[in-house]
């Protein structure tokens, strides 16, 4: 089975703060995914990546880095935490376009 | 842009009775996917059901099963024999053929009552 792993399933922290997501895939998945969960908007897409050291936009980048060092991690990074960032993060990854993606348990962030 | 909605925020159901969950989107391009996702309270995100547009035939994943309309770009899901565990936050999805990254809807949340 496949597994994505995410690094935290809650986190705290203060405005101004920087804060590091973590997501691991053990399926050697060519693209991953980040996308925030809000009540009443879905699942929006903040940046994916398709390959090591390569990423993409989504439709809610502003606020957001990502880094991907190696194939398995995708990180998440906030480089100074907002309140208006407190939600669910999700990662997702997938082999290959088409393909189904799998996601991670969440990490649920309050930013205070 | 393609866009997807799912116009119930929330539904509910009787155990072992059938409820549909709609979802229409909006794309001009012929050849995509389709999925629901549902998402369990306080545990991960799976995949439901897939469609693959140029398949006539509806998807069926045991007592999943979708209606797939695409003239009118309508993909809804139907579970039969409704279960306690199948409450949960539904998720439409679309994803082009060139693209990774799926479009979401809003999400449905289903109640299954006892």
């Known amino acids: 089975d496949v597994k994505v792993t995410q690094s935290s399933r809650y986190l705290v922290k203060r405005t101004g703060e920087k804060v590091f997501l973590e997501c691991v895939q053990d399926m050697d998945h060519e693209n991953m995914f980040w996308y925030r969960q809000d009540p009443g908007l879905g699942l929006r897409l903040i940046y994916f990546s398709y390959d090591v050291k390569m990423k993409e936009k989504g439709d809610i980048p502003e606020g957001y880095s990502v880094s991907r060092e190696k194939k398995e991690r995708f990180s998440l990074i906030l480089e100074s935490a907002s309140t208006n960032q407190t939600s669910m993060y999700l990662c997702?990854?997938?082999?290959?376009?088409?393909?189904?993606?799998?996601f991670g348990p969440g990490t649920r962030l309050l930013v205070l | 842009a393609q866009t997807v909605t799912q116009s119930q925020p929330e539904m509910s159901v009787q155990e072992a009775e059938t409820v549909t969950l709609s979802c229409t989107y909006d794309?001009?391009?012929?050849?995509?996917?389709l999925f629901w996702y549902k998402q369990p309270p306080s545990r991960q995100m799976i995949l439901v059901i897939r469609q693959e547009a140029y398949k006539q035939q509806n998807a069926t994943e045991n007592r999943f099963s979708v209606n797939f309309q695409k003239a009118a770009k309508s993909f809804s899901l139907k579970i039969s024999d409704s279960q306690l565990g199948d409450a949960a936050m539904y998720f439409c999805a679309y994803r082009s053929l060139g693209s990774t990254p799926l479009v979401f809807g809003k999400g449905t949340r289903l109640s299954v009552i006892a």
């Open positions: 997702a990854s997938n082999r290959a376009l088409g393909e189904t993606q799998y």
């Open positions: 794309t001009s391009e012929s050849d995509y996917y």
